[in-house]
């Protein structure tokens, strides 16, 4: 059984950072299986922020994060990080980690990540 657990959400002012976390147990590190940061604002449509290929490593990033977002993985404890840096007001959201064990054609879409987590709440103030 995978289990998620996100943590390291807060509030923080622009231009500040935070690093969020995701615990991952029952789930394999591999080239087929991708792990991903996703978000979702009031009023908005949960979109992706990053995902990485968990055998490659291979990170990839959403236009808007490019630059000041970096996900990557702590192997020896099987943790996703998330380190985010330049924080903007756009950037609060409710962040979800995401882990998929089946082909993912398209990193981006939550249709094919299976396993979630509970979600972190990340707040930027001016």
């Known amino acids: 059984q995978v289990q998620l657990v996100e943590s390291g959400g807060g509030s923080v002012q622009v231009g500040g950072s935070l690093r969020l976390s995701c615990a991952a147990s029952?789930?394999?590190?591999?080239?087929?299986?991708?792990m991903a940061w996703f978000r979702k604002a009031p009023g908005k449509e949960r979109e992706a922020v990053a995902a990485?290929?968990?055998?490659?490593?291979?990170?990839m990033y959403v236009d808007s994060v490019k630059g000041r977002f970096i996900i990557s993985l702590e192997r020896a404890n099987n943790i996703l990080h998330l380190q985010m840096n330049s924080l903007k007001p756009e950037d609060t959201a409710m962040y979800y980690c995401a882990a998929s064990t089946m082909l993912v054609h398209t990193w981006f879409q939550d249709v094919f990540y299976n396993y979630w987590g509970q979600g972190t709440q990340v707040t930027v103030t001016s």
């Open positions: 990485i290929n968990t055998g490659t490593d291979n990170p």
């Open positions: 029952g789930y394999t590190f591999s080239s087929r299986n991708w």
